[in-house]
């Protein structure tokens, strides 16, 4: 039996929150151990000097001189999970300092995590299971190629994607809306399947994703069952031809966002999540909704409108829809609405989640809201630089998947 995964545990505040607990049995479902680095009373202070943050916090401190003691290898690790309260402004610049520190001073993986008192142990599952898979298949997630023939599902929130993969090339793709999850991916698979001239039996192994991957994992008796994380970042930099240095992978879903520093296509800090579903995919099927265009019609009206005419709140997913009501009695154009709902979602993301990575170019967009122009050039005007949108990038999870399975068939 495989020793367990240690996480190192930096945090403050999840004791008087409630929210240890939860962090323990995320762990624990995914068979890792979390655990808090011993360090020496005398060792705090001089930690917290040679940092250099001024902080008033005894907890803020001692996560200090713990990740230290972390890079410098006085504690063994697998992989980091950083944690702090949501409102406390001095945890948020120690959590970020501490982050970017481990990343660039170590090998290990890192997430970190603005928790809050409804924080439970299946919001944290996706983000434990993601470190202790770095951990245990470092080896698997290096793969580069694709061999044989083998076949990925996502199954996503939104959407349920299926691609076939044979000799290192895509050879049948699927996708239909989520709706019921095996019925769903079966439509996905039979139709990749068809576009591939293939049958189930000819697949020599599959791979699963996405947040019915277990579920659908079972249904299918696929070899490779894992969470998105690793899978998008490996699919992301295979599909943008990036596999050897530094990226970042950028990925608006329907229910949350991903935001992932890649090295070498292994993550080594990443984070998920929003506050509101006002910054994610939803909230744009909704705009073109209200707007009366298909969602694939959203992208090209927005280049043609001018978001900064146009005050636009989606922070929260109700006023943000109140916004675009009100801007359209108001005499806005229909282009000025798409142009501002997508800028306000790259804004949040931007805001939200890229705080909590070390951007790095190429910065790879994936997923279906890849394909909404208005959403990648508002993205590119914040971040200042060229996003790469790479073939097939709405198939992210499900090519991730069927690379990664190959490792699976025998003899490879």
Not at 353 to 372: A, C, F, H, R, Y
């Amino acid at each position: 039996m495989s020793r367990k995964v240690r996480i190192a545990q930096l945090s403050c505040g999840p004791e008087y929150s409630g929210v240890q607990k939860e962090i323990y049995e995320a762990a624990e479902s995914v068979d890792a151990e979390v655990f808090f680095p011993d360090i020496a009373l005398a060792d705090v202070e001089r930690a917290v000097d040679a940092f250099g943050l001024d902080v008033r916090s005894a907890d803020l401190k001692l996560m200090i001189a713990r990740g230290k003691a972390l890079v410098e290898g006085k504690v063994d690790a697998d992989g980091v999970f950083i944690g702090t309260c949501f409102r406390c402004a001095e945890a948020a610049i120690v959590r970020n300092e501490l982050r970017r520190y481990i990343h660039e001073h170590s090998r290990l993986p890192v997430v970190s995590y603005s928790f809050t008192e409804r924080t439970t142990s299946g919001t944290l599952l996706t983000r434990m299971e993601a470190l202790t898979t770095i951990a245990r298949r470092r080896a698997l997630l290096a793969r580069e190629e694709q061999t044989g023939i083998t076949m990925g599902v996502d199954s996503g929130s939104s959407t349920t994607k299926a691609v076939v993969m044979k000799d290192n090339e895509i050879v049948g793709t699927g996708w239909h809306p989520t709706t019921e999850v095996i019925k769903s991916a079966e439509s996905a698979v039979a139709d990749a399947l068809e576009m591939a001239g293939l049958t189930r039996e000819d697949i020599q192994a599959i791979g699963t994703t996405g947040y019915g991957r277990f579920l659908i994992g079972k249904h299918l008796g696929a070899d490779l069952i894992q969470e998105e994380l690793t899978v998008n970042s490996k699919g992301a930099v295979y599909l943008a031809g990036h596999q050897r240095g530094a990226s970042t992978v950028i990925d608006i879903g329907g229910m949350d966002n991903k935001a992932i520093s890649v090295l070498d296509g292994i993550p080594g800090t990443f984070t998920m999540g929003g506050i509101c579903a006002g910054a994610s995919g939803r909230f744009l099927e909704m705009t073109a909704k209200r707007l009366g265009v298909d969602i694939t019609e959203l992208g090209p009206l927005a280049m043609k409108g001018m978001g900064k005419n146009v005050p636009m709140n989606s922070y929260c997913i109700v006023f943000g829809t109140q916004s675009l009501v009100n801007a359209l009695a108001a005499g806005s154009s229909r282009e000025d609405v798409a142009a501002a709902a997508c800028h306000s979602v790259a804004e949040q993301v931007f805001e939200q989640q890229l705080q909590e990575i070390d951007i790095k170019e190429p910065v790879i967009m994936v997923g279906g809201t890849s394909l909404i122009e208005g959403l990648v050039y508002a993205m590119g005007q914040l971040l200042q630089t060229e996003i790469v949108v790479p073939p097939h990038s709405q198939y992210i999870g499900a090519v991730g998947s069927a690379l990664l399975a190959s490792g699976f068939i025998k003899g490879e």
